[in-house]
């Protein structure tokens, strides 16, 4: 079956990776390509918005990130507050409302500041949920909800046999997004071909699309493109 055009599109993530390639190919430092990626989740966070997309997942930030060198991690660690300073604005004549998860306790008190002051300022807006998943961790998620649920079997509030799939659903960190939570659309940029520790529970049955283009250089179009191939695809559920 072609052209299935009623396939529903409400969540796109998108691994945001060629930043330090894209510097490298123009003899920048690395993190000239972390500011114009920066730049770039503007751009597409509008045109994700105006294209109806309910929530846009980002990975700005994993769990294993730590490791770069202390000069690039600090450097990171400001993306959001110089984010907010520049595109606060934008984000609120576009109506669109930030959510941020990971394990925020670990950032810097001031990223960690600018960020719930940007969740507060645009919590009553009604438009996209731009999302960025900040050191995040699919896995340490995944471990961290079944502490959660084990907690809660200890305790008596539930049974271990009340848990099921939508249970464990609703307590990882995109529960909150109800019938949203899973992303049906993955994207990841400058060609690798992995999931890296991102929403492994959440991309069960979600379609991938990849592109060779670093992060920085991929425009509305490159995101019309991949949605009009998602749309093209059938997605089965593994039913025929
Ligand atoms: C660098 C490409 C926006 C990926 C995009 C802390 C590499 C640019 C944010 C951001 C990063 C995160 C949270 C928030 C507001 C903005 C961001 C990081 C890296 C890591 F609430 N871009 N961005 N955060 N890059």
Do not use: C
Not at 16 to 34: C, E, I, Q, T, Y
Not at 35 to 59: H, P
Not at 119 to 140: D, M, P, Q, W
């Amino acid at each position: 079956m072609a052209n299935n055009t009623d396939k529903p599109l409400n969540h796109v993530a998108i691994i945001m990776d060629g930043n330090g390639r894209w510097a490298k190919k123009r003899f920048l430092p690395r993190v000239a390509g972390h500011k114009q990626g920066m730049e770039n989740v503007r751009n597409i966070t509008i045109s994700a918005n105006r294209l109806g997309i309910k929530v846009l997942t980002l990975y700005a930030f994993s769990t294993e990130n730590w490791g770069r060198p202390t000069e690039e991690v600090n450097y990171l660690m400001r993306l959001p507050i110089d984010f907010f300073d520049k595109f606060m604005p934008d984000l609120m004549a576009e109506n669109v409302k930030v959510n941020v998860m990971g394990f925020l306790d670990e950032l810097p008190p001031k990223t960690l500041a600018t960020t719930k002051r940007a969740i507060e300022t645009t919590k009553h807006n009604t438009g996209l949920v731009l999302n960025f998943a900040l050191n995040y961790g699919s896995r340490r998620e995944i471990v961290s909800t079944a502490q959660k649920l084990a907690d809660e079997v200890a305790s008596g509030k539930i049974q271990s046999s009340d848990i099921d799939e939508a249970m464990f659903s609703k307590n990882l960190m995109t529960g909150m997004f109800d019938e949203y939570q899973d992303p049906d659309l993955l994207i990841r940029t400058s060609g690798e071909q992995r999931i890296s520790n991102f929403l492994l529970w959440q991309l069960a049955y979600s379609e991938m699309a990849f592109t060779d283009k670093y992060w920085p250089d991929f425009n509305e179009q490159d995101l019309k493109d991949m949605i009009d191939q998602y749309q093209n695809r059938d997605r089965r559920f593994g039913k025929i």
